[in-house]
């Protein structure tokens, strides 16, 4: 009797570095992964090493098909230019419930209002923020460092080299998207050559609060809710 055991199939695999993975992984983070295993292991893990990111990339859309089919409560999202293996949207209560995520997750409307801002202004001073919230943004912007939704991305040229807010990896895993073009009225804002407010932001903060909703994960150990004390 072979002391080798049964090898899984690739997208066997995937399924099990998704369900793992603290964060969503890319094709080339993936295929990494299967390099150094082949190299660690030897013998018939080598053949997952000689794997390409097209063959990877195939492998999660016939696993996206299947968890589908299945009707697991489990489903393979794009975010954050990354998979994440993700609960669907409409098992969303019940797991909001087990976790209790309606309290902890939600952003307070300044901090919401103060993201959006940061989100389709990047990169922005802290000034320009609170240009257009016409109030002190101290205290929300620290609480959305903390949280890891927003980081300093630079220095300005301005005196005094004041500091340049843009969003995070976290921004985008935490509101389910791919990509910062993907935020709902970009365009529109791009259009807008002054900072100042508009009736189109709350439209915009409604959408990306329900993006937060939807995009409800497990990790739950950076989430909070952020209260303005000004």
């Not at 066997?12 to 080339?28: D, E, H, N, R, W």
């Not at 630079?154 to 005094?160: E, F, I, N, V, W």
């Not at 500091?163 to 895993?173: A, H, Y």
């Not at 509101?175 to 970009?186: H, N």
Request: negative net charge; glycine residues 6%; proline residues 5%.
């Amino acid at each position: 009797m072979s002391s080798i055991e049964v090898l899984p199939e690739l997208k066997q695999i995937i399924g099990s570095l998704l369900f793992a993975a603290k964060k969503p992984l890319t094709a080339k983070e993936i295929r990494k992964v299967l390099t150094d295993a082949g190299a660690g292991y030897g013998g018939p893990y080598v053949q997952f090493a000689e794997i390409k990111e097209d063959e990877i990339v195939a492998a999660v859309t016939e696993l996206t098909e299947e968890l589908a089919r299945s009707s697991t409560g489990l489903c393979i999202a794009e975010v954050a230019h990354g998979y994440r293996l993700q609960n669907e949207i409409n098992c969303g209560p019940w797991v909001r419930t087990l976790l209790d995520k309606d309290h902890n997750a939600r952003l307070s409307k300044p901090a919401l209002e103060t993201l959006a801002i940061i989100a389709y202004r990047q990169p922005i001073l802290r000034s320009e923020i609170e240009s257009v919230r016409g109030v002190a943004v101290d205290q929300v912007l620290r609480n959305l460092v903390e949280m890891q939704l927003v980081k300093v991305v630079a220095r300005s040229d301005l005196p005094g080299r004041p500091w340049l807010f843009g969003t995070t990896q976290r921004f985008l895993e935490h509101f389910g998207l791919r990509a910062l073009d993907e935020m709902p009225g970009m365009e529109e804002l791009k259009r807008m050559e002054k900072p100042e407010r508009t009736k189109t932001f709350p439209a915009m903060e409604k959408e990306l609060e329900l993006r937060a909703q939807e995009a409800l994960t497990e990790d739950d150990d950076e989430s909070g809710e952020i209260e303005e004390t000004n």
